[in-house]
C-alpha cells in the first residue's frame, strides 16, 4: 500500500522485499479470507483498541477504514459487512486482496526487487540515506518507508527487523507483545482434547482477574481446539490475557 501510495503520486519506487512472494502475511489473514477493515463509526473502532486507543484520531482524520473500503473497491476488490462491521471481500479470498495489490504496482510500474533482504537502514547527518541489503549493494535514496512488518508469524517474512532501524532513526519502541491469537490451555480438559471442535456462536468471553473481576468482555464466535481456544471472541481478549499474565494478575 505505501508504495502505490508513492507511485500514485508520481514517485520513482523501489520495492525491496525479502522473500519470493509478496504479501504472504495478507494471505493468511482473517483465516484465509482477509478481514480487510471494519464500518463501525471511528469512536467505536477506538473504543475496542485496548489502552489508550485515541491516539489514532490523527492517524483517522488522513486515512480511516471508509478510506481503506474505497481503496480496495477501487483496485475491484468487491466487500461485504459481516458481524460487528467485519468488511471481508465477496469471494472470500484473502489472495484476492493480495493479487490486487500486486495488479495495481504493476500498472504503476514499481520496481520489484525480490529475494532482496535489507540488512540495514542508512542515515546521514540525522537524513535518510539509503538502504543496505544482505548481499552488500547499497541502494542510495532520500526517502524509506520502513514495511517489514511486526514479529509474529516469521516464516511469512516478518521477523521484526524494521524496529532496530526505526530505533536507530530516533524513534521510541515500546514492549511487544502478542495480541489477535489464540490462546494456549494446559487446563485437563484441553489436554484430553474432550472438547476440541466445540465451537461456541455469540457467546460473551470474558477475563477476570484473580478477584474475578472482568477485565473485558467480547461477545462473539468460540473455538476449542486442540492446543486452547481459539476464534473471533478469543483473539478480541487475547492482549487483555497477556497483559493480565505479564502483570501477574491471571493464572496460565
Ligand atoms: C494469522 C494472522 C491473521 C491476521 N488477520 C488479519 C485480518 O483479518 N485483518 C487485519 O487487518 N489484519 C490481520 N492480521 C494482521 C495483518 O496481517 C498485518 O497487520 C499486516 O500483514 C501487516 O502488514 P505489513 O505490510 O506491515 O507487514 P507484513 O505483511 O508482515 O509484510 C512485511 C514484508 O516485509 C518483508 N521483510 C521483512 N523483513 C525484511 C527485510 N529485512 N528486508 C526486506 N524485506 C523484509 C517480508 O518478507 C514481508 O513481505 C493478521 C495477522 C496474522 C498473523
Known sequence: MAAIAAGEKGAHVLLVDKGEKLGRKLAISGGGRCNVTNRLSIDEIIQHIPGNGRFLYSAFSEFNNEDIIQFFEKLGVALKEEDHGRMFPVNDKAQ?????????????????????????????????????????????????????????????????????????????????????????????????????????????????????????????????????????????????????MKNGACRK
Open 96 to 244: 484476492s486482496v493480495v493479487d490486487a495489490l500486486l495488479t495495481r504496482l504493476s500498472n504503476l510500474k514499481v520496481t520489484i526487487y525480490k529475494n532482496s533482504p535489507v540488512a540495514e537502514v542508512l542515515y546521514e547527518h540525522g537524513k535518510t540515506s539509503g538502504v543496505r541489503l544482505k548481499d552488500g549493494q547499497v541502494i542510495d535514496t532520500d526517502a524509506v518507508v520502513i514495511a517489514v512488518g511486526g514479529k509474529s508469524v516469521p516464516h511469512t517474512g516478518s521477523t521484526g527487523d524494521g524496529y532496530a532501524w526505526a530505533k536507530k532513526a530516533g524513534h521510541t519502541i515500546t514492549e511487544l507483545f502478542p495480541t489477535e491469537v489464540p490462546v494456549l490451555s494446559h487446563e485437563a480438559f484441553i489436554k484430553n482434547r474432550s472438547l476440541q471442535g466445540l465451537a461456541l456462536r455469540d457467546v460473551s468471553l470474558s477475563v477476570l482477574n484473580p478477584k474475578g473481576k472482568a477485565l473485558i468482555t467480547h461477545r462473539m464466535d468460540m473455538l476449542f481446539t486442540h492446543f486452547g481456544v481459539s476464534g473471533p471472541a478469543v483473539l478480541r481478549c487475547s492482549q487483555f490475557v497477556v497483559k493480565a
